[in-house]
Protein backbone atom coordinates (compact mmCIF):
# COMPACT_ATOMS: atom_id res chain seq x y z
CA UNK A 1 0.00 0.00 0.00
CA UNK A 2 1.20 3.38 -0.90
CA UNK A 3 2.37 5.58 1.83
CA UNK A 4 0.69 8.56 2.04
CA UNK A 5 2.17 11.86 0.92
CA UNK A 6 2.60 14.12 4.28
CA UNK A 7 3.23 17.37 2.21
CA UNK A 8 -0.36 17.07 0.28
CA UNK A 9 -2.66 18.50 3.10
CA UNK A 10 -0.10 21.75 2.94
CA UNK A 11 0.32 22.32 -0.89
CA UNK A 12 -3.68 21.72 -0.38
CA UNK A 13 -3.59 24.65 1.96
CA UNK A 14 -2.07 27.02 -0.75
CA UNK A 15 -5.03 26.22 -3.09
CA UNK A 16 -7.95 26.63 -0.65
CA UNK A 17 -10.92 29.41 -1.86
CA UNK A 18 -7.48 30.47 -3.92
CA UNK A 19 -8.06 28.63 -7.07
CA UNK A 20 -9.74 31.35 -9.46
CA UNK A 21 -7.04 33.92 -8.18
CA UNK A 22 -4.45 31.22 -9.32
CA UNK A 23 -5.84 30.82 -12.44
CA UNK A 24 -6.77 34.94 -13.04
CA UNK A 25 -2.44 34.90 -12.23
CA UNK A 26 -1.78 32.11 -14.77
CA UNK A 27 -3.86 33.84 -17.53
CA UNK A 28 -2.60 37.64 -17.37
CA UNK A 29 0.79 35.67 -17.53
CA UNK A 30 0.03 33.75 -20.50
CA UNK A 31 -1.09 37.08 -22.33
CA UNK A 32 2.83 38.13 -22.28
CA UNK A 33 3.35 35.05 -25.21
CA UNK A 34 1.53 36.45 -27.69
CA UNK A 35 2.70 39.63 -26.86
CA UNK A 36 5.69 39.06 -26.87
CA UNK A 37 5.49 37.18 -30.51
CA UNK A 38 3.99 40.40 -32.20
CA UNK A 39 6.84 42.96 -30.45
CA UNK A 40 9.09 40.23 -32.49
CA UNK A 41 6.86 40.59 -35.77
CA UNK A 42 7.11 44.24 -35.42
CA UNK A 43 10.63 44.56 -35.03
CA UNK A 44 11.70 41.95 -38.46
CA UNK A 45 8.86 44.50 -39.83
CA UNK A 46 10.82 47.81 -38.83
CA UNK A 47 13.84 45.66 -40.11
CA UNK A 48 12.35 45.18 -43.72
CA UNK A 49 10.82 48.35 -44.03
CA UNK A 50 13.96 49.95 -43.35
CA UNK A 51 15.46 47.91 -46.39
CA UNK A 52 12.98 48.65 -48.35
CA UNK A 53 13.06 52.46 -47.42
CA UNK A 54 9.00 52.91 -46.49
CA UNK A 55 8.95 55.79 -44.59
CA UNK A 56 4.90 55.32 -44.55
CA UNK A 57 5.20 51.04 -43.73
CA UNK A 58 7.44 52.27 -40.52
CA UNK A 59 5.35 55.25 -39.46
CA UNK A 60 2.18 52.27 -38.93
CA UNK A 61 4.84 50.28 -37.41
CA UNK A 62 5.50 52.98 -34.93
CA UNK A 63 1.87 53.45 -33.81
CA UNK A 64 1.79 49.65 -33.51
CA UNK A 65 4.75 49.58 -30.86
CA UNK A 66 3.22 52.47 -28.90
CA UNK A 67 -0.02 50.60 -29.03
CA UNK A 68 1.64 47.40 -27.89
CA UNK A 69 3.82 49.17 -24.87
CA UNK A 70 0.37 50.53 -23.60
CA UNK A 71 -1.11 47.06 -23.58
CA UNK A 72 2.04 45.43 -22.25
CA UNK A 73 2.34 47.61 -19.29
CA UNK A 74 -1.03 47.33 -18.27
CA UNK A 75 -0.99 43.72 -18.52
CA UNK A 76 2.08 43.41 -16.29
CA UNK A 77 0.49 45.78 -13.66
CA UNK A 78 -2.37 43.62 -13.67
CA UNK A 79 -0.01 40.29 -13.35
CA UNK A 80 1.85 41.71 -10.73
CA UNK A 81 -1.11 42.37 -8.77
CA UNK A 82 -3.05 38.92 -8.90
CA UNK A 83 0.44 37.21 -8.26
CA UNK A 84 0.24 39.28 -5.04
CA UNK A 85 -3.57 38.67 -3.89
CA UNK A 86 -2.81 34.94 -5.21
CA UNK A 87 0.79 34.48 -3.33
CA UNK A 88 -0.51 36.52 -0.34
CA UNK A 89 -3.32 34.67 0.15
CA UNK A 90 -1.68 30.51 -0.78
CA UNK A 91 1.40 31.61 2.51
CA UNK A 92 -1.02 33.03 4.76
CA UNK A 93 -3.00 29.49 4.44
CA UNK A 94 -0.02 27.86 4.70
CA UNK A 95 1.58 29.17 7.56
CA UNK A 96 -2.20 29.13 9.20
CA UNK A 97 -2.49 25.51 8.44
CA UNK A 98 0.70 24.52 9.67
CA UNK A 99 0.10 26.67 12.64
CA UNK A 100 -2.74 24.93 13.70
CA UNK A 101 -1.23 21.63 13.32
CA UNK A 102 1.50 22.35 15.61
CA UNK A 103 -1.28 23.28 17.80
CA UNK A 104 -2.13 20.01 18.08
CA UNK A 105 1.04 18.73 19.23
CA UNK A 106 0.48 17.14 22.67
CA UNK A 107 2.49 19.41 25.49
CA UNK A 108 5.02 16.96 25.11
CA UNK A 109 6.53 17.96 22.24
CA UNK A 110 6.66 21.42 22.86
CA UNK A 111 9.30 19.92 26.44
CA UNK A 112 11.46 17.92 24.29
CA UNK A 113 11.91 19.89 21.15
CA UNK A 114 13.86 22.89 19.70
CA UNK A 115 11.46 25.48 19.00
CA UNK A 116 14.02 27.45 16.85
CA UNK A 117 13.20 24.74 14.27
CA UNK A 118 9.33 25.90 13.98
CA UNK A 119 10.35 29.72 13.40
CA UNK A 120 12.74 28.71 10.45
CA UNK A 121 10.64 26.82 8.50
CA UNK A 122 7.77 29.30 8.80
CA UNK A 123 10.16 32.08 8.29
CA UNK A 124 13.40 31.57 5.91
CA UNK A 125 12.02 28.24 4.58
CA UNK A 126 8.81 30.02 3.45
CA UNK A 127 10.07 32.58 1.62
CA UNK A 128 11.93 30.02 -0.79
CA UNK A 129 8.53 28.16 -1.23
CA UNK A 130 7.42 31.32 -2.49
CA UNK A 131 9.72 31.65 -5.15
CA UNK A 132 10.52 28.39 -5.95
CA UNK A 133 7.93 26.42 -5.58
CA UNK A 134 4.50 28.19 -6.06
CA UNK A 135 6.10 31.23 -8.33
CA UNK A 136 8.25 28.70 -10.38
CA UNK A 137 4.36 27.06 -11.20
CA UNK A 138 3.93 29.84 -12.98
CA UNK A 139 6.70 29.78 -15.16
CA UNK A 140 6.61 26.22 -15.59
CA UNK A 141 3.16 26.80 -17.05
CA UNK A 142 4.30 29.40 -19.62
CA UNK A 143 7.42 28.21 -20.20
CA UNK A 144 6.35 25.65 -22.48
CA UNK A 145 3.68 27.51 -24.05
CA UNK A 146 6.06 29.91 -25.12
CA UNK A 147 8.43 27.47 -26.41
CA UNK A 148 5.58 25.95 -28.62
CA UNK A 149 3.90 29.42 -29.67
CA UNK A 150 7.04 30.54 -30.53
CA UNK A 151 8.09 27.25 -32.98
CA UNK A 152 4.99 27.56 -34.72
CA UNK A 153 5.31 31.36 -35.49
CA UNK A 154 8.80 30.84 -36.47
CA UNK A 155 7.42 27.21 -38.43
CA UNK A 156 5.65 30.40 -40.26
CA UNK A 157 8.87 31.98 -41.46
CA UNK A 158 11.45 29.39 -42.44
CA UNK A 159 11.18 25.19 -41.10
CA UNK A 160 15.31 25.26 -41.72
CA UNK A 161 15.99 27.60 -39.71
CA UNK A 162 13.27 26.76 -36.85
CA UNK A 163 15.31 23.04 -37.14
CA UNK A 164 18.31 24.78 -36.78
CA UNK A 165 16.50 26.97 -33.73
CA UNK A 166 15.84 23.55 -32.08
CA UNK A 167 18.97 22.07 -32.18
CA UNK A 168 20.95 24.16 -30.97
CA UNK A 169 18.67 24.43 -28.01
CA UNK A 170 19.87 21.15 -26.88
CA UNK A 171 23.22 22.91 -25.69
CA UNK A 172 22.11 24.70 -22.76
CA UNK A 173 19.88 22.16 -22.01
CA UNK A 174 23.32 19.76 -21.59
CA UNK A 175 24.79 22.30 -19.57
CA UNK A 176 21.76 22.84 -16.60
CA UNK A 177 20.77 18.92 -16.47
CA UNK A 178 24.42 17.97 -15.54
CA UNK A 179 24.01 20.81 -12.65
CA UNK A 180 20.12 20.43 -11.56
CA UNK A 181 20.20 17.76 -9.48
CA UNK A 182 22.30 18.69 -7.07
CA UNK A 183 20.60 22.23 -6.55
CA UNK A 184 18.14 19.95 -3.87
CA UNK A 185 20.79 18.97 -1.20
CA UNK A 186 22.13 22.56 -1.85
CA UNK A 187 18.70 23.85 -0.70
CA UNK A 188 18.08 21.54 1.82
CA UNK A 189 21.57 22.09 3.69
CA UNK A 190 20.88 25.76 3.75
CA UNK A 191 17.36 25.09 5.14
CA UNK A 192 18.92 23.04 8.21
CA UNK A 193 21.62 25.65 8.88
CA UNK A 194 19.13 28.15 8.87
CA UNK A 195 17.60 26.06 11.23
CA UNK A 196 20.29 25.37 13.53
CA UNK A 197 21.08 29.13 13.51
CA UNK A 198 17.59 30.53 14.38
CA UNK A 199 17.47 28.19 17.07
CA UNK A 200 20.64 28.90 18.33
CA UNK A 201 20.21 32.75 18.59
CA UNK A 202 16.70 31.87 20.09
CA UNK A 203 18.69 29.98 22.92
CA UNK A 204 21.43 32.57 23.39
CA UNK A 205 18.81 35.69 23.70
CA UNK A 206 16.60 33.92 26.36
CA UNK A 207 19.35 33.41 28.35
CA UNK A 208 21.27 36.80 27.92
CA UNK A 209 20.59 38.12 31.88
CA UNK A 210 22.76 34.50 32.80
CA UNK A 211 25.17 35.06 30.05
CA UNK A 212 25.54 38.33 31.63
CA UNK A 213 26.08 37.32 35.51
CA UNK A 214 28.29 35.09 34.62
CA UNK A 215 30.08 37.38 32.42
CA UNK A 216 30.52 34.40 29.39
CA UNK A 217 29.89 37.11 26.59
CA UNK A 218 32.97 35.93 24.45
CA UNK A 219 31.83 32.18 24.70
CA UNK A 220 28.18 32.81 23.35
CA UNK A 221 30.37 35.14 20.68
CA UNK A 222 32.09 32.39 20.23
CA UNK A 223 28.63 30.05 20.05
CA UNK A 224 27.45 32.04 17.84
CA UNK A 225 30.24 33.15 15.14
CA UNK A 226 30.31 29.00 14.72
CA UNK A 227 26.81 29.16 14.04
CA UNK A 228 26.91 32.25 11.64
CA UNK A 229 29.63 31.07 9.80
CA UNK A 230 28.18 27.10 9.23
CA UNK A 231 24.69 28.83 7.76
CA UNK A 232 26.37 31.32 5.80
CA UNK A 233 28.74 28.27 4.60
CA UNK A 234 25.72 27.22 3.26
CA UNK A 235 24.10 30.08 1.83
CA UNK A 236 27.47 30.80 -0.37
CA UNK A 237 27.87 27.09 -1.07
CA UNK A 238 23.77 27.18 -2.51
CA UNK A 239 24.53 30.52 -4.44
CA UNK A 240 28.04 28.97 -5.61
CA UNK A 241 26.06 26.10 -7.26
CA UNK A 242 23.14 28.20 -8.87
CA UNK A 243 25.55 30.42 -10.26
CA UNK A 244 27.63 28.20 -11.33
CA UNK A 245 24.52 26.20 -12.97
CA UNK A 246 23.36 29.82 -14.67
CA UNK A 247 26.74 30.56 -15.61
CA UNK A 248 27.40 27.48 -17.72
CA UNK A 249 23.88 27.97 -19.15
CA UNK A 250 24.45 31.33 -20.01
CA UNK A 251 27.59 30.91 -21.76
CA UNK A 252 25.89 27.97 -23.66
CA UNK A 253 22.88 30.24 -24.74
CA UNK A 254 25.50 33.00 -26.28
CA UNK A 255 26.81 30.09 -28.41
CA UNK A 256 23.09 29.37 -29.22
CA UNK A 257 22.28 32.70 -30.06
CA UNK A 258 25.09 33.25 -32.24
CA UNK A 259 24.61 30.22 -34.38
CA UNK A 260 21.06 31.41 -35.13
CA UNK A 261 22.64 34.78 -36.17
CA UNK A 262 25.13 33.18 -38.48
CA UNK A 263 22.79 30.41 -39.60
CA UNK A 264 20.69 33.21 -40.55
CA UNK A 265 22.81 35.22 -41.98
CA UNK A 266 24.25 32.93 -44.55
CA UNK A 267 20.76 31.97 -45.86
CA UNK A 268 19.70 36.00 -45.99
CA UNK A 269 22.97 36.09 -48.06
CA UNK A 270 21.42 33.29 -50.07
CA UNK A 271 18.32 34.82 -50.50
CA UNK A 272 16.57 32.91 -48.36
CA UNK A 273 14.84 34.89 -45.77
CA UNK A 274 15.13 38.75 -45.16
CA UNK A 275 16.79 40.54 -42.82
CA UNK A 276 13.70 41.29 -40.70
CA UNK A 277 13.44 37.69 -40.38
CA UNK A 278 16.72 37.15 -39.32
CA UNK A 279 16.11 39.37 -36.42
CA UNK A 280 13.23 37.61 -35.67
CA UNK A 281 14.57 34.69 -35.11
CA UNK A 282 17.57 35.63 -33.27
CA UNK A 283 14.91 37.78 -30.99
CA UNK A 284 12.96 35.01 -30.54
CA UNK A 285 15.60 32.73 -29.82
CA UNK A 286 15.34 33.31 -26.57
CA UNK A 287 11.83 32.20 -26.07
CA UNK A 288 12.96 28.75 -27.58
CA UNK A 289 16.07 29.17 -25.18
CA UNK A 290 14.08 29.79 -22.31
CA UNK A 291 12.26 26.45 -21.66
CA UNK A 292 14.97 24.39 -22.21
CA UNK A 293 17.16 25.89 -19.93
CA UNK A 294 15.02 26.99 -17.37
CA UNK A 295 12.74 24.28 -16.95
CA UNK A 296 15.10 21.49 -15.46
CA UNK A 297 16.36 24.34 -13.44
CA UNK A 298 13.07 25.49 -12.06
CA UNK A 299 12.12 21.72 -11.53
CA UNK A 300 15.22 21.01 -8.87
CA UNK A 301 14.15 24.13 -7.18
CA UNK A 302 10.63 23.00 -7.08
CA UNK A 303 11.54 19.81 -6.17
CA UNK A 304 14.39 21.75 -3.36
CA UNK A 305 11.55 23.53 -1.93
CA UNK A 306 9.20 20.78 -2.08
CA UNK A 307 11.54 18.98 0.18
CA UNK A 308 10.99 22.26 2.42
CA UNK A 309 7.21 21.24 2.95
CA UNK A 310 7.84 18.07 3.24
CA UNK A 311 10.21 18.21 6.26
CA UNK A 312 7.03 20.92 8.03
CA UNK A 313 5.23 18.16 7.45
CA UNK A 314 7.81 15.67 9.06
CA UNK A 315 8.29 18.25 12.15
CA UNK A 316 4.49 18.66 12.68
CA UNK A 317 4.12 14.75 13.16
CA UNK A 318 7.05 14.36 15.40
CA UNK A 319 5.56 13.36 18.65
CA UNK A 320 2.34 14.31 17.74
CA UNK A 321 -0.30 14.00 20.31
CA UNK A 322 -2.13 10.58 20.29
CA UNK A 323 -5.53 9.99 19.64
CA UNK A 324 -8.14 8.44 22.27
CA UNK A 325 -10.80 8.16 24.23
CA UNK A 326 -13.19 11.48 25.98
CA UNK A 327 -13.28 11.58 29.56
CA UNK A 328 -16.27 13.89 30.84
CA UNK A 329 -14.78 17.26 31.80
CA UNK A 330 -15.22 17.03 35.56
CA UNK A 331 -13.92 14.20 38.25
CA UNK A 332 -16.68 11.69 39.30
CA UNK A 333 -14.11 9.13 40.95
CA UNK A 334 -10.63 9.61 41.50
CA UNK A 335 -7.20 9.64 39.78
CA UNK A 336 -4.95 6.63 40.59
CA UNK A 337 -1.52 5.85 40.40
CA UNK A 338 -0.50 2.06 40.94
CA UNK A 339 2.95 1.44 40.74
CA UNK A 340 3.88 3.78 38.56
CA UNK A 341 7.95 4.10 37.54
CA UNK A 342 8.90 6.53 35.04
CA UNK A 343 12.02 8.06 34.07
CA UNK A 344 13.39 10.44 31.25
CA UNK A 345 16.52 8.82 30.35
CA UNK A 346 16.28 4.68 30.18
CA UNK A 347 17.83 2.80 33.65
CA UNK A 348 17.54 6.34 35.32
CA UNK A 349 14.58 6.00 37.23
CA UNK A 350 13.09 9.63 38.91
CA UNK A 351 9.70 8.16 39.64
CA UNK A 352 10.01 4.44 41.68
CA UNK A 353 6.64 2.74 42.30
CA UNK A 354 4.04 5.02 43.08
CA UNK A 355 1.05 4.56 44.46
CA UNK A 356 -1.48 7.10 45.46
CA UNK A 357 -5.33 8.30 45.14
CA UNK A 358 -6.62 11.31 44.16
CA UNK A 359 -10.52 11.15 45.08
CA UNK A 360 -12.51 14.09 43.50
CA UNK A 361 -13.21 17.47 45.04
CA UNK A 362 -10.62 16.53 47.78
CA UNK A 363 -7.41 18.73 48.65
CA UNK A 364 -3.54 17.22 48.56
CA UNK A 365 -0.50 18.38 49.10
CA UNK A 366 2.96 16.94 47.38
CA UNK A 367 6.29 17.70 49.30
CA UNK A 368 9.55 16.88 49.67
CA UNK A 369 12.98 18.03 48.35
CA UNK A 370 14.41 19.63 45.39
CA UNK A 371 14.44 16.67 42.90
CA UNK A 372 12.38 14.13 44.23
CA UNK A 373 10.12 13.83 41.52
CA UNK A 374 7.53 16.32 42.22
CA UNK A 375 7.30 17.81 39.04
CA UNK A 376 7.36 14.58 37.47
CA UNK A 377 4.38 13.54 38.76
CA UNK A 378 2.41 16.36 37.80
CA UNK A 379 3.73 15.96 34.17
CA UNK A 380 1.99 12.67 34.18
CA UNK A 381 -0.87 13.47 35.55
CA UNK A 382 -1.23 16.24 32.38
CA UNK A 383 -0.85 13.41 30.05
CA UNK A 384 3.04 14.86 29.28
CA UNK A 385 5.21 11.58 29.26
CA UNK A 386 3.14 7.96 27.84
CA UNK A 387 6.55 6.01 28.84
CA UNK A 388 5.75 5.52 32.71
CA UNK A 389 4.79 1.49 33.88
CA UNK A 390 2.28 0.63 36.35
CA UNK A 391 -1.09 2.04 36.32
CA UNK A 392 -2.03 6.09 35.62
CA UNK A 393 -5.98 6.19 35.84
CA UNK A 394 -8.62 8.63 35.44
CA UNK A 395 -12.13 7.63 36.68
CA UNK A 396 -11.05 4.44 35.72
CA UNK A 397 -9.48 4.77 32.48
CA UNK A 398 -5.69 4.42 31.93
CA UNK A 399 -4.23 7.95 30.63
CA UNK A 400 -2.51 6.68 28.06
CA UNK A 401 -5.66 5.58 25.91
CA UNK A 402 -7.68 9.30 26.53
CA UNK A 403 -7.70 12.13 24.24
CA UNK A 404 -4.79 14.90 25.57
CA UNK A 405 -7.74 17.81 24.39
CA UNK A 406 -10.17 15.76 26.55
CA UNK A 407 -7.86 15.30 29.60
CA UNK A 408 -7.26 19.26 29.32
CA UNK A 409 -10.35 20.02 29.43
CA UNK A 410 -10.26 18.10 33.21
CA UNK A 411 -6.90 19.05 34.62
CA UNK A 412 -5.13 22.53 34.78
CA UNK A 413 -1.49 23.00 35.62
CA UNK A 414 0.04 25.98 37.16
CA UNK A 415 3.71 25.78 36.87
CA UNK A 416 6.47 27.59 38.42
CA UNK A 417 7.86 28.32 35.22
CA UNK A 418 5.10 30.87 33.91
CA UNK A 419 4.49 32.55 30.25
CA UNK A 420 3.36 35.82 29.73
CA UNK A 421 2.13 36.97 26.25
CA UNK A 422 3.05 40.62 25.03
CA UNK A 423 -0.47 41.63 25.69
CA UNK A 424 -2.93 43.05 28.18
CA UNK A 425 -3.03 41.54 31.46
CA UNK A 426 -6.81 40.73 30.44
CA UNK A 427 -6.25 39.23 27.33
CA UNK A 428 -3.50 37.24 28.93
CA UNK A 429 -6.04 36.27 32.38
CA UNK A 430 -8.73 35.07 30.06
CA UNK A 431 -6.10 33.58 27.20
CA UNK A 432 -7.83 35.74 24.22
CA UNK A 433 -11.38 34.17 24.99
CA UNK A 434 -14.21 36.02 26.19
CA UNK A 435 -15.45 35.27 29.24
CA UNK A 436 -17.99 38.18 31.75
CA UNK A 437 -16.44 40.56 33.16
CA UNK A 438 -17.54 39.59 36.59
CA UNK A 439 -15.33 36.15 36.43
CA UNK A 440 -12.70 37.73 35.08
CA UNK A 441 -12.45 40.16 38.00
CA UNK A 442 -13.15 37.60 40.31
CA UNK A 443 -10.38 35.44 39.26
CA UNK A 444 -8.10 38.22 39.47
CA UNK A 445 -9.01 38.92 42.73
CA UNK A 446 -8.89 35.57 44.17
CA UNK A 447 -5.13 35.43 42.37
CA UNK A 448 -4.20 38.68 44.32
CA UNK A 449 -4.38 41.03 41.21
CA UNK A 450 -6.72 43.67 42.09
CA UNK A 451 -3.56 46.05 43.47
CA UNK A 452 -2.46 45.41 39.59
CA UNK A 453 -5.28 46.29 37.91
CA UNK A 454 -6.50 48.99 40.14
CA UNK A 455 -2.73 50.84 39.10
CA UNK A 456 -2.19 49.68 35.67
CA UNK A 457 -5.66 48.69 34.10
CA UNK A 458 -6.50 45.87 32.57
CA UNK A 459 -5.74 47.05 29.36
CA UNK A 460 -1.53 47.30 30.49
CA UNK A 461 0.49 45.80 28.08
CA UNK A 462 2.64 43.05 29.70
CA UNK A 463 5.51 43.18 27.82
CA UNK A 464 7.77 40.58 25.73
CA UNK A 465 7.11 37.03 28.23
CA UNK A 466 5.80 39.74 30.53
CA UNK A 467 8.83 41.67 30.85
CA UNK A 468 6.71 44.42 32.12
CA UNK A 469 5.95 42.77 35.39
CA UNK A 470 7.63 41.46 38.32
CA UNK A 471 8.09 38.08 38.59
CA UNK A 472 4.89 37.34 41.17
CA UNK A 473 2.57 39.62 38.87
CA UNK A 474 3.24 37.23 36.59
CA UNK A 475 2.88 34.29 38.63
CA UNK A 476 -0.56 35.86 39.80
CA UNK A 477 -1.62 36.27 36.18
CA UNK A 478 -1.08 32.40 35.86
CA UNK A 479 -2.89 31.26 38.63
CA UNK A 480 -5.71 33.72 37.64
CA UNK A 481 -5.50 31.73 34.42
CA UNK A 482 -6.09 29.07 35.77
CA UNK A 483 -8.97 29.90 37.96
CA UNK A 484 -10.86 31.64 35.53
CA UNK A 485 -11.04 28.46 32.98
CA UNK A 486 -12.27 26.48 36.24
CA UNK A 487 -11.56 23.10 35.45
CA UNK A 488 -12.56 20.21 37.66
CA UNK A 489 -8.75 19.43 38.89
CA UNK A 490 -6.40 22.19 39.87
CA UNK A 491 -2.41 21.17 39.95
CA UNK A 492 0.27 23.55 41.33
CA UNK A 493 3.54 22.80 41.02
CA UNK A 494 5.18 25.43 43.44
CA UNK A 495 2.86 28.06 42.12
CA UNK A 496 3.48 30.74 45.08
CA UNK A 497 7.06 30.07 45.02
CA UNK A 498 7.81 33.52 43.81
CA UNK A 499 5.06 35.83 45.76
CA UNK A 500 5.60 36.77 49.57
CA UNK A 501 4.58 35.22 52.42
CA UNK A 502 1.53 37.21 52.49
CA UNK A 503 0.66 36.93 48.99
CA UNK A 504 1.26 33.18 49.26
CA UNK A 505 -0.59 32.35 52.01
CA UNK A 506 -3.63 34.27 50.73
CA UNK A 507 -3.76 32.90 47.43
CA UNK A 508 -2.86 29.07 48.68
CA UNK A 509 -5.79 30.15 51.01
CA UNK A 510 -8.18 31.24 48.44
CA UNK A 511 -7.54 27.53 46.18
CA UNK A 512 -8.04 25.25 49.03
CA UNK A 513 -11.00 27.35 49.87
CA UNK A 514 -12.58 26.64 46.27
CA UNK A 515 -15.47 24.29 46.56
CA UNK A 516 -15.85 20.88 44.35
CA UNK A 517 -12.29 20.85 43.15
CA UNK A 518 -9.56 18.02 42.93
CA UNK A 519 -6.61 19.80 44.03
CA UNK A 520 -2.99 18.97 43.82
CA UNK A 521 -0.34 21.26 45.50
CA UNK A 522 3.38 21.01 45.31
CA UNK A 523 4.41 23.32 47.23
CA UNK A 524 8.04 24.00 49.49
CA UNK A 525 5.76 26.64 52.17
CA UNK A 526 5.72 24.36 55.14
CA UNK A 527 2.58 26.30 56.99
CA UNK A 528 1.09 24.62 59.55
CA UNK A 529 -1.98 26.48 59.19
CA UNK A 530 -2.44 25.37 55.73
CA UNK A 531 -1.07 21.95 56.00
CA UNK A 532 -3.47 20.83 58.68
CA UNK A 533 -6.52 22.26 56.00
CA UNK A 534 -5.01 19.08 53.55
CA UNK A 535 -7.50 16.24 53.12
CA UNK A 536 -3.54 14.21 53.13
CA UNK A 537 0.20 14.87 52.56
CA UNK A 538 2.30 12.98 50.12
CA UNK A 539 5.72 12.87 50.43
CA UNK A 540 8.72 12.20 47.82
CA UNK A 541 11.93 11.05 48.36
CA UNK A 542 14.09 9.94 45.89
CA UNK A 543 10.98 9.06 43.97
CA UNK A 544 9.21 7.06 46.04
CA UNK A 545 6.59 7.75 48.22
CA UNK A 546 7.67 7.43 51.44
CA UNK A 547 4.97 8.67 53.89
CA UNK A 548 1.62 10.02 53.54
CA UNK A 549 -1.20 10.77 55.96
CA UNK A 550 -2.59 14.29 57.09
CA UNK A 551 -0.54 17.11 59.10
CA UNK A 552 -0.96 16.37 62.52
CA UNK A 553 -0.02 12.32 62.23
CA UNK A 554 2.26 12.57 60.06
CA UNK A 555 3.99 14.91 62.62
CA UNK A 556 3.42 12.39 65.24
CA UNK A 557 5.42 9.80 63.24
CA UNK A 558 8.67 12.04 63.38
CA UNK A 559 10.02 10.71 59.92
CA UNK A 560 11.05 12.66 57.17
CA UNK A 561 8.23 14.91 56.54
CA UNK A 562 8.53 15.73 60.45
CA UNK A 563 12.41 16.73 59.55
CA UNK A 564 11.24 19.09 56.37
CA UNK A 565 8.98 20.69 58.81
CA UNK A 566 11.25 21.14 61.52
CA UNK A 567 14.22 22.18 58.78
CA UNK A 568 11.89 24.77 57.08
CA UNK A 569 11.65 26.97 60.63
CA UNK A 570 7.78 27.89 60.10
Known sequence: MKKPDPARPYIRAFYERNRLRFLGTAALYILEIPSMLVVSWVLGEVMDAIAALDTGRLVRLLWAAVGIAVFLGAAEALYYRALSGWLGRALRQYKSYAFRRLSEKGITAFTRENTGRYLSVLTSDVTVISSDYLQNLLELIVLPLNFLATLVFLLTYSPAMTGAAVVLCVLPFLG??????????????????????????K?????????????????????????????????SRRLLWRG???????????????????????????GGITAGTVLIFTNLSHSLLQPVQQIPQLLAQRKAARGLIEKLANIVEENAARSGEAVEPVLTDAIALDRVSFGYEPDKPVLRDVSLRLEAGRKYALVGASGSGKSTLLNLLMGGC????????????????????????????????????DDTIRRNITMFRDFPAEAVDSAADRAGLSPLLAERGPDYRCGENGAGLSGGERQ?????????????????DEATASLDNETAFAVTQAILDLRGLTRLIVTHRLDRALLAQYDEIFVLRDGRLIERGGFDALMDEKGYFYSLYTISGT
Request: glycine share 10%.
Open 176 to 201: VAVFGPELAQREKALSDASEGFVGRV
Open 203 to 235: DLLSGFAVIKSFKAEPEAEHIFDEENRALELAR
Open 244 to 270: TMQGIGSSLSVVMQFGIFFIGAYLALR
Open 386 to 421: DGYTGSLTVDGKELRSIDPDSLYDLESLIGQNVFVF
Open 476 to 492: RVSIARALLRGTSVLLL
